[in-house]
């Protein structure tokens, strides 16, 4: 089998939560090393988050497969040389400290790239390395609200955060996507180069449609559940047996075709009130009604032959429990086996295909599992291995 592409790239990541973690699992997924260096007796808090995935946390093993964990306190008084020999061996240094933490550990992008010249770093903060909000705490909560995306989600009535890390996994995404950029342009100039991303530019960059929307329309979309600000039909319609179906009807010819073959309608589709996208935007609670009153007449079964026939984009709304036995997923095999300090566990694979290679899914690591065996691979000897892991039990030990 081909190597997978990132094979023999090592990452040190002192990573905590979920933004970096996210970045590192991918490097790793496509098969660079990853060394996590993790805080002695509680390590990425993230492990705390809670306990569903027997005893581990959803979103510990979610963003840590296929890592090596090491335990080291960093303000331990050999920390710095043990640092020094991980990143001198190390093609990225990624860390999501405090702002102005890193330096104060001799671990910034400057000092450590005027010493390793081929060396990528990467710093992932909540507002950026300046400006005013510098030093805030950046929660995800806290980015959805600052973006605007709290805004725009939600009820008419109230608005609501997305039920995953939006703001997290946006910057997790532009932090893998620009270390890769970085290993490519130092394949042409043989330098390395220092990256940087936060979750607040990286969340504003995912609200660009609605920022135009709302600066050059005059007035921001409207929080309209699982319906669209500009698009009518567009969101979750009900069959009469209680069958959940979303539609999004998006051009004249499919609105044709669905007053036509799904609602049997066709003269809707030259009303004037429905005649353009605007006209049935404006109208919406009108066409809701008559799109609602045929649909009370058929099954999830029969709307979805319909749907079918007319072509129109539609899907069912499932929950997070269908996933697992969703049809698509299965017959792409899409889950796989992960084992972990607690056992087996099913995992998704990455989304990132590559042709005739599959990605690594290695297991979870326990907290400095990997200790001892990375600091012997670093040359140091029995007797300081000995100081520094007695160092992490007794820090263990204080928790």
């Known amino acids: 089998m081909n190597a997978l592409p990132l094979a023999g790239i090592t990452v040190v990541a002192c990573e905590q939560a979920v933004a970096a973690p996210l970045a590192t699992r991918q490097l790793a997924d496509l098969g660079a090393r990853v060394i996590k260096v993790e805080r002695p007796g509680t390590g990425d808090f993230a492990r705390g988050y809670d306990e569903t995935v027997r005893g581990m946390s959803s979103h ?24 020094e020999r991980l990143i001198g061996r190390a093609d990225v240094f990624i860390q999501n400290f405090a702002p102005g933490a890193a330096e104060r550990l001799g671990l910034g992008a400057e000092e450590l790239r005027a010493r390793h010249p081929r060396l990528i770093t990467c710093s992932v903060s909540g507002y950026g390395s300046s400006g005013p909000y510098r030093d805030a705490k950046a929660y995800d909560l806290l980015i959805q609200a600052e973006a605007g995306l709290l805004s725009v989600t939600g009820s008419e009535d109230a608005p609501a955060k997305t039920g995953i890390p939006t703001a997290d996994i946006s910057a997790g995404m532009y932090a893998f ?15 390395g180069s220092a990256v940087e991303v936060n979750l607040l530019d990286s969340l504003v960059e995912w609200m660009g449609y609605p920022f135009y929307y709302t600066e050059y329309g005059g007035t921001p979309p409207v929080r309209a559940g699982t319906s669209h600000a500009a698009i009518a039909p567009y969101g979750t319609f ?80 499932r ?81």
């Open 177 to 191: 996507s620009g270390i890769l950029a970085a290993l490519y342009e130092r394949e042409r100039t043989g330098r």
């Open 319 to 399: 929950d997070v429990a269908e996933l697992s036995t969703h049809p698509q997923l299965l017959a792409r095999d899409r889950l796989a086996e992960v084992q972990s300090p607690v056992g087996p566990f099913t995992a998704v694979r990455p989304a990132i295909g590559l042709h005739g290679r599959t990605a690594r899914m290695d297991p979870v690591p326990a907290l400095g599992e990997h200790t001892d065996a990375v600091l012997e691979e670093l040359g140091f000897d029995r007797s300081t291995r000995a100081r520094l892991l007695h160092r992490s039990a007794d820090r263990r030990d204080a928790q």
């Open 238 to 317: 009900t069959a009469g047996d209680g069958t959940e179906i979303v539609l999004a009807v998006q051009n004249e010819r499919e609105w044709v075709s669905f007053c036509r073959t799904v609602l049997d309608r066709p003269g809707l589709a030259t009303d004037e009130r429905f005649h353009n996208g605007s006209q049935r935007v404006a109208n919406r609670g009108a066409l809701e009604e008559h799109i609602a009153e045929v649909l009370s007449g058929l099954t999830g079964e029969q709307l979805e032959q319909r749907l079918a026939e007319g072509r129109i984009a539609h899907a069912r709304q």
């Open 60 to 83: 510990f093993v979610w963003l840590n497969r296929s890592k090596e964990s090491i335990t080291l306190d960093l303000k331990h008084p050999e920390a710095a040389a043990v640092m």
